[in-house]
C-alpha cells in the first residue's frame, strides 16, 4: 500500500494555472509509475500525465500536451502537475495514482495499484 493524498486544486479562470501536488507516505515510489487521471461529471476517468523519473520517462495525453508538467521529487516522496492555460474543458477532480509493478509507463486506469482521494479543479471562463 502507498497512501497518497492530493493537494493543490481550486476554483481558477480560463487561462490561469495551477499545480497539484501528490504525497505519498512509506516507501519511495521513484521506482513507481506514477500518473495523473481526471473524471468530469458524467465522464469516464480519464489519463492525462504519467512519469517514471528512475528513467527519466514522461507520457501526456494530447489534450494536455503543452500545457501541462509532470515532474517527481524523489527525496519528498512527491509528485507534481503544473498546469498552464488552463479552460474550461479541464474541469475535473484530478487523481494521482502509483503504478506499483510498472515496467513502463502506462495510461489505462486499470493499471494503477493505488489511488489518492481526489482534488477538484474548476475552471471558469
Known amino acids: 500500500q502507498v497512501p497518497l493524498v492530493e493537494s493543490g486544486g481550486g476554483l481558477v479562470q480560463a487561462g490561469g494555472s495551477l499545480r497539484l501536488s501528490c504525497a505519498a507516505s512509506?516507501?519511495?515510489?521513484?521506482?513507481?509509475?506514477m500518473g495523473w487521471f481526471r473524471q468530469a461529471p458524467g465522464k469516464e476517468r480519464e489519463f492525462v500525465a504519467a512519469i517514471r523519473w528512475s528513467v527519466g520517462s514522461t507520457y501526456y495525453a494530447d489534450s494536455v500536451k503543452g500545457r501541462f508538467t509532470i515532474s517527481g521529487d524523489g527525496p519528498r516522496n512527491a509528485v507534481y502537475l503544473q498546469m498552464n492555460l488552463l479552460q474550461p474543458v479541464d474541469t475535473a477532480v484530478y487523481y494521482c495514482?502509483?503504478?506499483?509493478?510498472?515496467?513502463?509507463?502506462?495510461?489505462?486506469?486499470?493499471?494503477?495499484?493505488?489511488w489518492g482521494q481526489g482534488t477538484q479543479v474548476t475552471v471558469v471562463s
Open positions: 512509506g516507501r519511495t515510489f521513484s521506482s513507481y509509475g
Open positions: 495514482a502509483a503504478d506499483l509493478g510498472a515496467t513502463s509507463i502506462r495510461e489505462f486506469p486499470a493499471d494503477y495499484d493505488q
